[in-house]
């Protein structure tokens, strides 16, 4: 059976978590939430940490019980035969869909943003291409790519906070739940879901370079990404105010904001390059799950000739699923939540547990 060869460092793990989550919730977050709880999205961002943090330990319980195994691989050992093969099929599926889904996010952007006439299977076969080549050259080249750019992208975000930071106007954010905590609550289950992305770790997590300080680093990645999403709607919310649930990309509209009379005057296209270099580590990353996902799931022995088609139904599914972008969003904030809770939190959950009750407990060294 087909197994990683390279392997990767803590860091490059931490900006991979990283990126799987932010990469697309920094954009279209702050608009969702806000629709549901005004002012107090940023609220919303700072519980989503928990379920975050859940799922990091979930797959690190779950990887140190089967070391040098990814999720689809367990599966059968704990659940049997057809229910693992039929499990596997729902993770590849989930994947594959997801990663669709983040290819569709990242079209509906740049259409809308600064290229409206370009056809998006453009952006879709050019983004997946680029990725298709990274997944092709092993998990190292993503993971490289990421540790290079992902430092850019977070010292561009400090720099879009403190030319915004005239504008801000704290009020905005008071008076603190004046309608109660259950809008807040419920605005939550959409974070809830896109934090609860890491779970992609348990697919490469055998292939770190330390794989016992796989929950460490998932930890401070799920830290780190919750204070990005928590200071994006701080930031928002302080600049637009209640407007911000009517801005389908806030985040956007900050940077642009930002360059505004500032001596980085076209801003907006600075961060809109180095963003499509984050896009590319989510991509890749979800494409290598994809591809390993049904590597293991069918015991083969390569994993390059299933990159292209694959690659080629990520493409077609990411065009054909829904209709318009309202369409998308209803999905997002709908079916997508209890469709990404049931590979988050509970598959693995009944996993871990029926390990523990079977008696199977980390191997010694």
Not at 180 to 190: E, F, Y
Not at 230 to 240: G, I, P
């Amino acid at each position: 059976m087909y197994e990683e060869q390279g392997r990767i460092s803590d860091l490059q793990a931490i900006f991979l978590l990283i990126g799987t989550v932010a990469a697309t919730a920094i954009v279209f977050l702050p608009g969702l939430t806000a629709a549901t709880t005004g002012r107090d999205s940023w609220l919303t961002a700072l519980l989503a940490a928990i379920p975050g943090l859940y799922v990091a330990f979930l797959v690190s319980a779950l990887g140190r019980l089967f070391p040098g195994q990814t999720l689809v691989q367990y599966l059968e050992q704990i659940l049997g035969g057809p229910a693992g093969k039929a499990a596997g099929l729902y993770y590849l599926f989930f994947f594959l869909q997801t990663n669709a889904i983040i290819v569709r996010e990242l079209g509906e952007l740049i259409a809308t943003a600064i290229m409206p006439r370009t056809p998006q299977v453009v952006f879709a076969i050019l983004m997946v291409a680029v990725c298709a080549y990274g997944v092709s050259q092993g998990l190292e080249v993503i993971a490289r790519v990421m540790e290079l750019t992902y430092p850019l992208i977070l010292a561009l975000f400090g720099l879009m906070l403190i030319l915004v930071s005239g504008h801000m106007q704290f009020s905005r954010l008071l008076p603190v739940l004046e309608h109660g905590i259950r809008p807040v609550l419920l605005a939550s289950l959409d974070p809830f879901a896109w934090r609860g992305e890491i779970i992609v770790l348990a697919m490469f997590l055998p292939y770190l370079a330390r794989p016992a300080r796989g929950r460490r680093n998932a930890i401070i990645a799920v830290l780190l990404t919750s204070l990005l999403l928590v200071l994006d709607a701080l930031a928002s919310t302080t600049v637009f105010g209640v407007t911000t649930a009517r801005l389908n990309y806030p985040t956007f509209e900050l940077v642009r904001l930002a360059g505004i009379g500032q001596f980085l005057t076209r801003l907006d296209a600075v961060w809109i390059v180095i963003w499509l270099f984050g896009m590319f580590g989510k991509v890749g990353i979800f494409l290598y799950a994809t591809v390993m996902a049904a590597t293991h799931l069918f015991k083969l022995r390569e994993a390059r000739p299933l990159i292209a088609p694959l690659s080629i139904l990520t493409i077609a599914l990411s065009l054909s699923q829904f209709a318009n972008n309202p369409q998308m969003i209803a999905f997002l904030t709908g079916p997508f939540v209890a469709y990404s809770f049931s590979v988050e939190w509970f598959i693995p959950t009944i996993l871990l547990l029926t390990a523990r009750l079977r008696g199977i407990s980390t191997p010694k060294k």
